[in-house]
């Protein structure tokens, strides 16, 4: 049974991509709606025209050579088998299309339809996916350089401690301080052969020996205490090696833990601390009790928390610093949700700025990569949080909040 012409009229016209037919010339007989819409042009503009100018450049003036091959040969380059091309606009701007070409016969007249999607959309989520993909390949790559380093770094400052503990060991031995000192007893008890053999000079020697025994002594004192001081900072500087290798493994996939949110807070406030104390200021950590254990991607969370609390600090850079600066690390869970506060008594900033501090590129730092918020926002989400930041105003610090829904772990 033949298909009514006006069924067929419904379906051409209702397709939702658009449709062309065109004869063996490359003349356009019919368009549909989804045509006019995708293109810009009317009908009445398209039917009589060839199909190229549907095409930019060099595909406009190579299209023809494409139709009288095909005829000639009947080799297929695009017909039966469909290929992505470039469409152009009646403005002129171009797009991506999906391209499929099919051949049939009208009262024994060949005819060619062709079915175009614009596959915009498509080709943007492509390309955000290749892009998110490269910086995730990136964040790998820099994870894989950060631990090799904190391995290497972490060997170095086992040798330093050997070290300064091989010269503590000299010091506290003090074997030239106890000759010297033997040395003195001696020159007492030879008092007088000494004083026959150098005269008025025997003195002199005692004397000399004397002083030198009393200058070592404070010298080895000083050193001392020096290489004292130098083992509390390779000590501290390991402690906080430990700490970032605990947390060395973000970037590289997936792996949900048990966290104890108060021994984050405690571990990011070891890790910030000298950048904080060198500004005359201070972290202080304050932890709800008998707060759950939180079931989620450890390394993810300190790595938002790390660059929170970097904002933080810097932002002591910008203006007149307060007499001391602050910053309160807050943990607590409201409902289901775990919420990880910063607050710091910094420079602040104005209403206009809250939502563009999440923006790629954006930075109020001179040298700043713009990279910060935006990419906490991203892994954030990738946790099925989100994270917001606010302002009093100028002078007048701010606050970053970060929320995150994850399921209570039995500690």
């Known amino acids: 049974m033949a298909i009514p012409q006006n069924l067929l009229r419904a379906v051409f016209d209702s397709a939702f991509d658009g449709l062309v037919t065109i004869d063996d010339a490359g003349t356009i007989d019919a368009v549909n709606p989804a045509t006019e819409t995708i293109f810009g042009y009317s009908r009445s503009e398209l039917i009589g025209r060839n199909v190229k100018v549907l095409m930019p450049e060099p595909y406009h003036s190579q299209h023809d050579g494409y139709v009288h091959r095909y005829l000639e040969t009947g080799e297929r380059r695009v017909i039966g ?6 469409g152009r606009r009646c403005d002129g701007t171009t797009f991506p299309v999906d391209l499929a070409v099919t051949e049939f016969e009208v009262d024994g007249q060949r005819r060619f339809l062709g079915l175009l999607r614009d596959i915009t959309e498509r080709k943007g989520n492509e390309q955000r996916q290749a892009a998110l993909a490269a910086r995730e390949a990136h964040q790998r790559g820099k994870t894989e350089i950060a631990s090799g380093v904190l391995h290497d770094l972490g060997n170095v ?44 000079k025997a003195d002199a020697l005692v004397q000399l020996v004397q002083a030198l ?18 083992n509390s900072y390779v000590t501290h500087a390991q402690e906080v090696l430990t700490t970032y290798r605990r947390y060395s493994g973000v970037g590289s996939g997936p792996a949900r833990e048990r966290l104890d949110v108060g021994q984050l807070l405690l571990d990011a406030q070891q890790m910030m601390s000298d950048a904080m104390t060198k500004r005359g200021g201070m ?12 079931g989620t991607e450890r390394a993810k969370v300190m790595q938002i928390l790390l660059n929170l609390l970097k904002n933080a600090i ?32 910094g420079c602040g900033f104005g209403e206009e700025l809250a939502e563009l501090l999440f923006t790629e590129g954006f930075s109020t730092k001179e040298r700043g990569s713009g990279v910060g918020l935006a990419g906490c926002r991203r892994i954030a989400g990738s946790l099925g949080g989100e994270i917001a930041v606010e302002s009093p105003g100028l002078g007048l610090g701010a606050r970053a909040r970060l929320t995150i829904p994850g399921r209570k772990e039995r500690a």
């Open 157 to 200: 400052l086992s040798g330093i401690g050997s070290r300064v503990s091989s010269g503590r060991s000299l010091i506290e031995d003090q074997s030239v301080l106890k000759n010297l000192q033997r040395m003195i007893t001696f020159l007492g008890t030879n008092q007088e052969a000494l004083e026959r053999a150098l005269g008025t």
């Open 81 to 86: 088998i469909g290929r992505e091309v470039i």
């Open 213 to 230: 025994v009393e200058a070592l002594g404070v010298r080895e004192e000083r050193i001392a205490e020096d290489l004292n001081a130098a």
């Open 314 to 345: 810097e932002s002591f850079d910008e203006g007149e610093a307060p007499v001391m600066p602050t910053i309160d690390l807050t943990a607590r869970q409201e409902g289901g949700a775990f919420v990880i506060e910063v607050a710091d008594n």
């Open 283 to 294: 972290i202080q950590v304050h932890c709800q009790r008998d707060l759950p254990v939180l």
